[in-house]
Structure formats: structure tokens, C-alpha cells
């Protein structure tokens, strides 16, 4: 299946590599969203190019900054999101990609990634595009995080409405992708 690696030392929450079996470790709060964003193999070929190659945290509205193209285990990753001095920058580093398979299907693609220090959270997210045997295509995304410090847990509303409303903009950008090349 997948893989894991890169300096597990530096993420900062146990259960590294548990998006990938669709796990959690205790006292975590989790965060599940499956929608089903069209049909075929070109459409999950998209999906997947753009979950591995950054583009759905882009479309997201997030600026990305990464030390590899692509998602490779252990490559790190910078989102920043908000404006001027409201500028978070959230440090991560992936830890299990699963690469598209031929022509199977059904098959998965997509990668996880967990919080390192500075993040406003401690925990992990994963993005994987899913085409069932039928050729129906589905984006997942799974997280369980919590604050890193008093600090983010005070805004806990606010943090929740904020990760509600970023994962709503990846499942946009995912049925944009989904979308292209396709005859209107």
C-alpha cells in the first residue's frame, strides 16, 4: 500500500500514518468528508495529479511553499492562509503517499500529512481521490487534530469553523479539477 517515512522525531502527535488506515489515536477529534466528484479514470487521474502535485491545497486558497513537487514521504510542506499580519503558517511533513495504479480499479491515491512544531494543531490529514469498480470517483479527507497550545484551544470555535470552511474549499477544488477537460 502506502508508505511512511521522514524524521517521525520532529511530527508532534502519536499515531503517524493513521489517515492511512482510517484511524485515530484516543482523546483525537476526527474529521471525515467523502463526496463523490464525477466518473472515470481521466477524472481520478486528475484528482490524484492534483492531490500529489499540491494543487488542491492551492485551489484551497493556500499558499504553498514545499521542498518537493510532488508528495513524497517525508517531504515537507508549508500552507500559509490568512493576510498581511493574520498570515498562520502551518508546517507539515507527509507520511504515507499512495501513487495511482494503472489501470485498476477500483484504487486509491493520495497522501497524509502531520503537523510539525509551530502548527496551530497536532495531528495528521489526509487527501485521497477513490475510483470504485464502476468508475464512480470519490474524494476522502480525513484529520484528527488538536490545539497545539492553550493559545489555539481558546479560539476552538473559530478553529473549527476555520478547518470546516478550508475543507469545503478542497472539495471545491477537487470538482474544478474533476471539471477540466472535460466538453461543456
Not at 508508505?3 to 522525531?9: D, F, N
Not at 502551518?90 to 502548527?119: I, K
Not at 494543531?121 to 464512480?136: D, L, P, T
Not at 470546516?164 to 471545491?172: A, K
Request: aromatic share 10%.
Amino acid at each position: 500500500m502506502g508508505s511512511k517515512g521522514g524524521a517521525a522525531g520532529a511530527l508532534n502527535y502519536p499515531g503517524i500514518g493513521s489517515t492511512e488506515q482510517g484511524t485515530a489515536p484516543a482523546g483525537y477529534p476526527t474529521v471525515l468528508k467523502e463526496v463523490r466528484v464525477g466518473t472515470g479514470l481521466a477524472v481520478y487521474r486528475r484528482i490524484a495529479d492534483g492531490i500529489l502535485g499540491w494543487e488542491l491545497q492551492r485551489r484551497a486558497g493556500l499558499r504553498v511553499r514545499a521542498d518537493s513537487p510532488v508528495a513524497v514521504p517525508g517531504a515537507r510542506v508549508v500552507s500559509g492562509f490568512g493576510a498581511g499580519p493574520f498570515r498562520l503558517d502551518a508546517s507539515c511533513q507527509v507520511v504515507w503517499v499512495r501513487e495511482p495504479a494503472g489501470e485498476d480499479m477500483p484504487q486509491s491515491a493520495g497522501f497524509g500529512y502531520g503537523t510539525l512544531p509551530g502548527h496551530p494543531a497536532r495531528g495528521e490529514e489526509s487527501f485521497e481521490v477513490e475510483i470504485s469498480a464502476r468508475g464512480e470517483v470519490f474524494l476522502r479527507i480525513r484529520a484528527f487534530s488538536k490545539p497545539a497550545n492553550w493559545f489555539y484551544a481558546a479560539g476552538g470555535i473559530v478553529t473549527r469553523a476555520a478547518q470546516r470552511y478550508v475543507t469545503s474549499r478542497y472539495i471545491e477544488g477537487a470538482r474544478t479539477l474533476a471539471a477540466e477537460g472535460t466538453p461543456t
